[in-house]
């Protein structure tokens, strides 16, 4: 990831490089490219006709991480004060009642300066039972020596997510932990979250980076599955997936 040998100058000094020249260094070795973070399982991870299957089940734990997951790690990291696009449709599968105290299907991590210890999500989509929730994430202080997870703040919930049913969804982000942060989200055609003038994210060096899939926190035995279809990440605007995602192949 990074490497702990620059000293805070010479990061400083990289922090101030376009993305693509940080990939040619080794103060970002993954930059650009897109990793499975999960168990390793045969049921972990399988890209069907048109999507892609994330399945998690009791005890898949990835690099002793008590919590459960299969995700995809999108190791493009947007920078700060930038408006961006996210649009992919999601299905979650149906199944047992979910006994897990958390479930994230969707999050914006955080990559953590070398002095740093982890903090939670700027951005995640968490379901319990059936109840949607988005929320953010934020602290303007330059250093986290210890594990921080500061209150989420909710932007939305609803009851009755509907599983075996895609789901599309359009983002516009802004991260700057300042304040001077945005979000607006489109769920199905309808805006859900318009804000802006919001603190997201914290106060490190390289942005944030996209993770999709399934996650967990540990004590569900049951399986969770969902799938993922026509992801799209970019800086251009993708206000015309709002009436018109693109279609999921085999839709009905």
Same mark, same amino acid.
């Given at each position: *990831? ?12 990289? @922090?101030?490089?376009? #993305? ?29 006709? $048109? ?7 009791? $005890?898949?734990? =990835? ?26 449709? *999601?299905?979650?599968? @149906? ?10 299907? $969707? ?15 700027? &951005?995640? #989509? #968490? ?6 929730? &988005? %929320? ?16 989420? %703040? ?11 049913? =895609? ?5 516009? &982000? ?10 607006? %989200? ?5 805006? &859900? %979250?318009?804000? !802006? ?22 004590? !569900? ?32």
């Amino acid at each position: *990831m990074i490497s702990t040998a620059f000293s805070r100058r010479k990061i400083l000094a990289l @922090s101030a490089v376009s #993305l693509p020249t940080l990939s040619g260094c080794n103060f970002i070795r993954e930059y650009n490219k897109n990793i499975l973070d999960s168990a390793g399982k045969p049921w972990s991870y399988q890209a069907g006709p $048109g999507f892609e299957r994330f399945e998690i089940r009791g $005890g898949d734990h =990835w690099r002793g991480d008590p919590s459960e997951r299969s995700e995809i790690a999108v190791h493009r990291y947007m920078p700060w004060k930038k408006e961006f696009w996210l649009s992919y449709s *999601m299905l979650l599968e @149906s199944g047992l009642p979910n006994k897990a105290p958390w479930s994230i299907f $969707g999050q914006w991590h955080a990559f953590k300066d070398p002095w740093d210890e982890y903090v939670s999500p700027p &951005i995640a #989509l #968490l379901l319990k039972d059936d109840k949607f929730t &988005i %929320v953010t994430a934020s602290d303007t202080r330059w250093r986290q020596t210890h594990k921080n997870y500061p209150p989420f %703040v909710t932007r939305y919930t609803f009851e009755g997510f509907a599983r075996d049913v =895609w789901h599309n969804f359009v983002f516009r &982000i802004v991260f700057d932990p300042f304040g001077a942060g945005a979000l607006h %989200v489109w769920h199905n055609g309808q805006a &859900i %979250v318009a804000l !802006d003038g919001i603190p997201i994210g914290y106060h490190d060096i390289v942005g944030p980076f996209f993770k999709y899939g399934v996650y967990r926190g540990p004590g !569900d035995p049951n399986p969770l599955a969902a799938r993922y279809a026509n992801v799209e990440l970019g800086f251009d605007s993708l206000a015309a997936r709002v009436a018109s995602p693109k279609p999921v192949p085999g839709r009905a």
